[in-house]
C-alpha cells in the first residue's frame, strides 16, 4: 500500500499517532541510504525546505530541491508527466502547490509516496509539528485546550483542525464572519470573538492573514481581521497559555512582537519540531 501523505484526515488518527512516534525516535537509521527525495516548491519556503532537507540527510538520503520554474509543473510539463518523471529518481515525491488538485494528479500517477509540504488546502507537515509542540508544552493531546485566532478558512488552520478533532483536542477557531473553517469537525467550535476562543485556553495560535497566492486580497483581508491581532491584552486573558505560530510571522498584523518574544512563546520550539516531525513523516511513509 503506497503511503501518500497528503492531509491529517487522510492520515487518520492512528497514522498521525504513529508519526509523532517516529518523531521521536532515535534510532531510525539509514532507510533513505542511496535514495533520493524530490522537493519540488511553487511557493516559497525556510522551514519545510530546511526541514525537509536535513530530515532526508537524517535519514541518509539525498534531497533534491526543485524551484518553480525548474519543473514548471502545469506548466511546461503536466503534473502527472512531473511524478512520472521524478519517479525514476526518487524514492518519495515531495510538492508545495498552489493547487492541491495537482498533488493528487501527481500521486494517482505514480506508485512513488507523494508528500504535501503545503498547499491551498492543507499544510500536514504543519500540524503535525503543532501537535508535537502541544504534547510536549501541555503533556498531553486528548483534552488539550487550544484557541486558533484568525483566519480559519487557510491550509493551517485547517490540518490544525483535523489533527485535534482526530486526538480528541478541544479547539476552538476565532475568526470574522465569512473566513470560519469550512468543516464541522467534532471537538472543534467555530465563534466569532477571539475573547470567546482563548478562554481556558493552554495553547494560543495563529497564522498569517494572507496567505502566499493571496496577495489580491490584501486590503480586504487586512480590515476583516483588525480586530484579530494576538495581542497582550488578548493573551493576558489566558495567561498561563503558550503562544504558536506556523511561521512566518507578520509582526504588527496577526502578532505582535511583544507576543512573538514572551516568555510563554514557543514558536522556535515548534520550528524546530518541524524538522523532528518530517523525519518522523518520512518514515511513515517508508514502512508503507
Ligand atoms: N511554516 C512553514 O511552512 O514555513 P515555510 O513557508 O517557511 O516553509
Ligand atoms: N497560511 C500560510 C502558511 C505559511 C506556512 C500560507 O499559506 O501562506
Given at each position: 500500500?503506497?503511503?501518500?501523505?497528503l492531509t491529517i484526515a487522510e492520515l487518520g488518527r492512528d497514522g498521525l499517532l504513529e508519526v509523532l512516534?517516529?518523531?521521536?525516535?532515535?534510532?531510525?537509521?539509514?532507510?533513505?541510504?542511496?535514495?533520493g527525495v524530490a522537493l519540488v516548491f511553487q511557493k516559497?519556503?525556510?522551514?519545510?525546505r530546511n526541514s525537509m532537507e536535513m530530515a532526508v540527510v537524517q535519514l541518509g538520503g539525498h534531497p533534491v530541491y526543485i524551484q518553480k520554474d525548474e519543473?514548471?509543473?502545469?506548466?511546461?510539463?503536466?503534473?502527472?508527466?512531473?511524478?512520472?518523471?521524478?519517479?525514476?529518481y526518487h524514492?518519495?515525491?515531495?510538492?508545495?502547490?498552489?493547487?492541491?488538485?495537482?498533488?493528487?494528479?501527481?500521486?494517482?500517477?505514480?506508485?512513488?509516496?507523494?508528500l504535501n509540504m503545503l498547499s491551498d488546502k492543507s499544510h500536514p507537515l504543519q500540524a503535525l509539528a503543532d501537535l508535537l509542540t502541544v504534547r510536549q508544552l501541555t503533556g498531553k493531546l486528548e483534552g488539550a485546550k487550544l484557541a486558533y485566532v484568525g483566519d480559519g478558512d487557510n491550509n493551517v488552520c485547517r490540518s490544525l483542525a483535523e489533527a485535534a478533532s482526530l486526538v480528541g483536542a478541544e479547539l476552538v477557531v476565532a475568526s470574522p464572519e465569512g473566513y470560519g473553517l469550512p468543516d464541522t469537525l467534532d471537538n472543534v467550535r467555530q465563534v466569532v470573538d477571539p475573547a470567546e476562543a482563548v478562554e481556558g485556553?493552554?495553547?494560543?495560535?495563529?497564522?498569517?492573514?494572507?496567505?502566499?497566492?493571496q496577495d489580491d486580497e490584501t486590503e480586504t483581508r487586512l480590515k476583516a481581521f483588525a480586530p484579530y491581532q494576538v495581542d497582550e491584552a488578548l493573551i493576558g486573558r489566558c495567561p498561563e497559555a503558550w503562544f504558536l505560530h506556523c511561521l512566518p510571522a507578520r509582526r504588527g498584523e496577526e502578532v505582535t512582537d511583544a507576543v512573538m518574544e514572551c516568555g510563554k512563546s514557543a514558536v522556535w520550539r515548534q520550528a524546530e519540531n518541524r524538522m523532528h516531525t518530517a523525519r518522523g513523516a518520512l518514515a511513515w511513509m517508508l514502512e508503507g
Open positions: 500500500m503506497v503511503r501518500d501523505l512516534a517516529l518523531a521521536e525516535r532515535t534510532d531510525l537509521g539509514t532507510p533513505l541510504a542511496g535514495k516559497p519556503s525556510a522551514r519545510t519543473v514548471g509543473l502545469g506548466t511546461r510539463e503536466s503534473a502527472e508527466d512531473v511524478a512520472r518523471t521524478l519517479a525514476c524514492q518519495i515525491i515531495a510538492a508545495r502547490v498552489m493547487d492541491h488538485e495537482d498533488l493528487l494528479r501527481m500521486a494517482a500517477a505514480t506508485e512513488r509516496p507523494v485556553a493552554e495553547i494560543v495560535y495563529t497564522d498569517v492573514w494572507v496567505s502566499m497566492g
